[in-house]
């Protein structure tokens, strides 16, 4: 069923709190099933604790809080925006490379590869946002769930900025329990494996969704070991090496989608590193191989625009404040804005785009 990996988390989460007597019980069933069941976050996160809704369930106000009616709103928008404007054009030409991994070589895996890491954040940070706009105009507060992931400087701190509810859930309820780093550094390297490895199985049973949780597992690991050398990466190449640490392993996560697999996931990494060829290499000049490209891409069905729609994206994710960093004020201007970005996002609803998050 569409949303049971959150909703499961998300029950679990309550009878664990509940038992281990760092919360109280719902008031009553009402509440409870309130809880289980909102639907803005039910099918694909935040994952939401009892202990954050708590106090708002129980004691609901049902008055229109208008203030959270505005932010609502918002947030509502901005999440179509980028859902609508940059998830979905990403995905018109991630999925048709993702499709033909045997003939890519090395510029056109590495477009399929960025577009797909930038097509998930912008695909599931906008669904989050919805999320919490939804309940914002219902009266509740939801937690944050996206914190610039691409921002982070290892990867230790990526998984404190991307899907944010699920790493504190695993942490809390895996990690710790597990003994976390109240031991050696071996038993703490292991915890981090099982935990990821466990992540890893959460999103789907495939293989390339274990390997995908291991191979962070592992990057965790490097990570920890790092930190004990007390070596400091300056900022722009620690975020680099992060980001394409974090484009490799979607590579594994998108092949738990794809039809073949690993084979898939086989052939775009070896595109990547150029063993499948490299594009034009016989071009005069720049200019030469732009336009020989620009053909390969017609071929396919695509628009020259593809390197600009990822660059835009790839720019958003680095520079640009995430939605929670964004100073909302109820002013006119801002009103206008936001309709007329509402408006155009209607106008370019066009065939059915699930959001990627909806299959766990």
């Known amino acids: 069923p569409v949303g049971i990996s959150f909703y499961t988390f998300q029950s679990m989460s309550y009878s664990l709190d509940i ?10 069933f009402i509440a409870f099933a309130t809880y289980v069941s909102m639907f803005p976050q039910l099918v694909a996160g935040p994952i939401v604790r009892w202990r954050d809704l708590e106090e708002q369930i129980n004691d609901i106000d049902t ?26 054009e990403m995905a018109e030409f991630t999925d048709i490379y993702w499709a033909r991994t045997e003939d890519l070589q090395l510029v056109t895996s590495w477009i399929a590869s960025l577009g797909y890491t930038m097509q998930i954040y912008f695909d599931f940070s906008a669904y989050s946002d919805m999320a919490v706009g939804l309940g914002l105009m219902l009266g509740f507060r939801m937690p944050q769930n996206f914190n610039s992931p691409y921002k982070a400087r290892n990867i230790s701190e990526f998984w404190t900025r991307w899907h944010i509810t699920l790493s504190q859930w695993l942490r809390d309820y895996l990690f710790i329990p597990l003994g976390g780093s109240r031991g050696s550094r071996i038993f703490t390297m292991r915890n981090l494996v099982i935990t990821m490895f466990l992540g890893g199985l959460w999103h789907g049973a495939g293989w390339p969704f274990v390997v995908w949780g291991l191979y962070h597992g592992a990057l965790l690991v490097v990570a920890h070991a790092w930190r004990g050398t007390g070596v400091k990466i300056p900022k722009v190449p620690a975020i680099a090496l992060t980001f394409l640490a974090v484009v490799i392993g979607w590579v594994f996560f998108r092949a738990g989608n794809a039809p073949e697999g690993f084979g898939d996931a086989w052939n775009m990494l070896r595109a990547m590193f150029g063993m499948q060829g490299i594009e034009h290499l016989d071009a005069a000049g720049l200019s030469e191989w732009w336009r020989a490209f ?18 835009a994206g790839m720019a958003w994710c680095w520079f640009a404040p995430n939605t929670w960093q964004i100073s909302f004020k109820p002013q006119l201007w801002r009103a206008l804005v936001l309709a007329l970005l509402l408006v155009y996002v209607i106008l370019k609803f066009g065939q059915e785009s699930p959001f990627l998050y909806f299959q766990f």
């Open 19 to 28: 038992y281990k007597g760092e919360c109280k019980p719902a008031k009553s």
């Open 63 to 88: 008055k229109v809080d208008w203030g959270k009616m505005s932010l609502g709103i918002q947030f509502l928008v901005l999440g179509l925006v980028k859902k609508v404007l940059v998830a979905d």
């Open 294 to 311: 620009k053909t390969d891409m017609k071929a396919l069905g695509l628009d020259s625009k593809v390197p600009l729609v990822l660059l």
